[in-house]
């Protein structure tokens, strides 16, 4: 056996290195597979009791770090138009005793925590704010929710976005999510586009709070 050794030292030697290279090479995979765990925030978007639009809307952080939810905007598509609404800048009060994140659609979540929004119905009537909520409810054909945040892994924008088609049955308003989970928002197109959907919200508000204060004035 130690004669072979020998006279293979050569060989032995070069397959004890390759056997090294593949270890560290797995190692480093493993490294770089947790480097991209941390590194890429997830936030989940779900229904909880029921399938109606009085089923709340939750959502929960699934990232190995604490997400700063900054807003939460509703798209609602009715029959004849689209209503896009940034429900972080709405005026609300919180009320006693209610979590303060869930009343202002914003705060910090720790990984596993989640955060109810209300029923779908209430973020419904929230956005319609001085509309006919009742209507557009009845004549709502899809939903979507898409929460904004910040992650205190990067200074990048985190988001995630959740699609439901809505269909009648009965006297109940049905919610059908377009896929099995939130669809986590990824491309700097899109964070892009996001930005500029809050900025545009906030510009709208503060405008249509200036024409009010002229009114009363």
Request: with cysteine.
């Amino acid at each position: 056996m130690w004669t072979w050794l020998i006279d293979n030292a050569a060989v032995v030697s070069a397959l004890s290195s390759l056997a090294m290279l593949g270890v560290w090479l797995i190692y480093l995979q493993l490294f770089y597979s947790s480097y991209r765990h941390r590194q890429r925030p997830k936030i989940l978007i779900t229904r909880g009791g029921g399938h109606t639009i009085k089923s709340r809307c939750i959502l929960t952080n699934m990232s190995p770090e604490i997400v700063f939810i900054e807003a939460v905007i509703l798209k609602l598509k009715l029959s004849d138009r689209e209503v896009l609404c940034s429900l972080s800048d709405i005026d609300r009060v919180g009320r006693k005793g209610m979590d303060q994140r869930s009343e202002l659609f914003q705060g910090p979540l720790s990984s596993g925590e989640y955060l109810d929004l209300g029923t779908f119905k209430d973020l419904i009537v929230a956005a319609m704010q001085d509309g006919d909520a009742e209507a557009a409810i009845e004549s709502l054909e899809e939903l979507v929710v898409t929460a904004v945040g910040s992650y205190t892994w990067h200074d990048q924008l985190a988001a995630a976005e959740r699609c439901f088609t809505v269909r009648t049955e009965g006297a109940r308003k049905l919610l059908d999510p377009d896929q099995i989970t939130a669809r986590q928002i990824r491309s700097h197109r899109e964070k892009q586009k996001i930005t500029h959907i809050l900025t545009e919200q906030s510009s709208q508000l503060a405008r249509s709070r200036s024409g009010k204060s002229e009114v009363r004035g």
